[in-house]
């Protein structure tokens, strides 16, 4: 048998050198190392008849000459990959008189995120975690929980828009949902800004659009007072618009706080002299504010007794119009990229 096996490995052996293409080499590999009918594995079916010693002997040059039998096919696959890439890249033609491609041209950051990246990173250097919140809110959170029960009148000072078959879940009008959310989870002593979309059902105008950015802010702790909050106010509007930038509070009816107070300062177009934008009093609104009122405390989980705290709200969107001078609300959400590419 050991004989079979030297004259079965110098017949392949020579076989192969004659091989011209892959059909033919695997009819070759099938014929002498096929599982099924290979002449090898027939061969090494004599081996049961054999003594044990000369199983041993026989079985090692079976192994050999079957190792050998892979090696040199497999050489000869490689070989042919080889030739047949080379006929591929033959065929191939590469032009290389082609001029140099135009650069492509890269997105930026929209000036909605840039001011809020500025926003948070001011805010988070005064120890103000950066929070987020569900665009659909339930009823509760978004109206409930701040001192607005169904029957309150202020809902009408938020058309909002519900969802059809759930009217116990909006699309939120504001980003204050969240100060309670944070209430809730947290406690006191807190500090949080919250910057996110919002939605109403607005009549579109160059102040309005029905989907705007807020950015909620709030402070809980002992001994917290108006005064607090003022400082915090007058801070975010010197960061953004410069150290001269003067700031107007005036008094104004929010649910959340008591008291409240419109956020307003110099109308960037016409210095305070008044204009169309500002309708002719020299001021534009960016938010309001307040001391956060003792339901929505109690509501969240704060003990009245112990905290108190402020809450502020931008409007994101009017932050960014009057930091680069946009006459239109409704530009920043056109998608309009001749306004876009300015930023």
């Given at each position: 048998m050991q004989e079979k096996l030297k004259q079965l490995k110098t017949e392949a052996l020579l076989a192969l050198k004659s091989i011209k293409d892959k059909a033919q080499l695997e009819e070759l590999e099938v014929r002498f190392l096929g599982r099924k009918g290979g002449e090898l594995t027939e061969l090494l079916k004599g081996l049961k008849d054999l003594s044990d010693d000369a199983k041993r002997e026989v079985g090692q040059l079976a192994n050999e000459v079957k190792t050998s039998l892979e090696e040199a096919v497999s050489a000869k696959k490689k070989e042919f990959s080889k030739i047949e890439m080379a006929g591929l890249l033959e065929k191939e033609s590469l032009d290389i008189s082609q001029p140099a491609l135009p650069p492509k041209s890269f997105g930026h950051l929209h000036p909605n995120t840039i001011i809020q990246n500025d926003l948070e990173d001011f805010f988070t250097s005064m120890g103000f975690m950066v929070l987020d919140g569900p665009e659909l809110e339930s009823e509760y959170y978004n109206f409930s929980a701040l001192n607005i029960p169904p029957d309150h009148?202020?809902?009408?000072?938020?058309?909002?828009?519900?969802?059809?078959?759930?009217?116990?879940?909006?699309?939120?009008?504001?980003?204050?949902?969240?100060?309670?959310?944070?209430?809730?989870?947290?406690?006191?002593?807190?500090?949080?800004?919250?910057?996110?979309?919002?939605?109403?059902?607005?009549?579109?105008?160059?102040?309005?659009?029905?989907?705007?950015?807020?950015?909620?802010?709030?402070?809980?702790?002992?001994?917290?007072?108006?005064?607090?909050?003022?400082?915090?106010?007058?801070?975010?509007?010197?960061?953004?618009?410069?150290?001269?930038?003067?700031?107007?509070?005036?008094?104004?009816?929010?649910?959340?706080?008591?008291?409240?107070?419109?956020?307003?300062?110099?109308?960037?177009?016409?210095?305070?002299?008044?204009?169309?934008?500002?309708?002719?009093?020299?001021?534009?609104?960016?938010?309001?504010?307040?001391?956060?009122?003792?339901?929505?405390?109690?509501?969240?989980?704060?003990?009245?007794?112990?905290?108190?705290?402020?809450?502020?709200?931008?409007?994101?969107?009017?932050?960014?119009?009057?930091?680069?001078?946009?006459?239109?609300?409704?530009?920043?959400?056109?998608?309009?990229?001749?306004?876009?590419?300015?930023?």
């Open positions: 009148p202020a809902r009408d000072m938020q058309d909002t828009f519900y969802i059809k078959n759930h009217t116990d879940w909006v699309m939120r009008t504001h980003t204050s949902p969240v100060q309670v959310r944070a209430m809730q989870k947290y406690g006191a002593p807190l500090r949080m800004i919250v910057p996110g979309k919002c939605f109403r059902n607005e009549a579109t105008d160059v102040r309005h659009e029905h989907t705007f950015y807020q950015l909620e802010g709030v402070v809980i702790d002992k001994d917290i007072s108006f005064a607090h909050m003022k400082g915090v106010l007058e801070s975010v509007a010197k960061h953004l618009y410069g150290p001269d930038t003067k700031i107007n509070m005036r008094p104004k009816f929010y649910p959340f706080v008591e008291p409240g107070v419109n956020l307003e300062v110099t109308c960037f177009v016409c210095q305070g002299k008044g204009c169309r934008l500002c309708k002719q009093s020299g001021w534009l609104e960016i938010g309001g504010a307040g001391m956060i009122h003792p339901n929505v405390l109690r509501e969240s989980g704060i003990d009245t007794k112990v905290n108190q705290g402020f809450a502020f709200g931008f409007g994101l969107t009017r932050l960014v119009m009057l930091k680069y001078g946009i006459e239109d609300v409704r530009l920043l959400e056109s998608g309009n990229m001749k306004f876009l590419e300015q930023f």
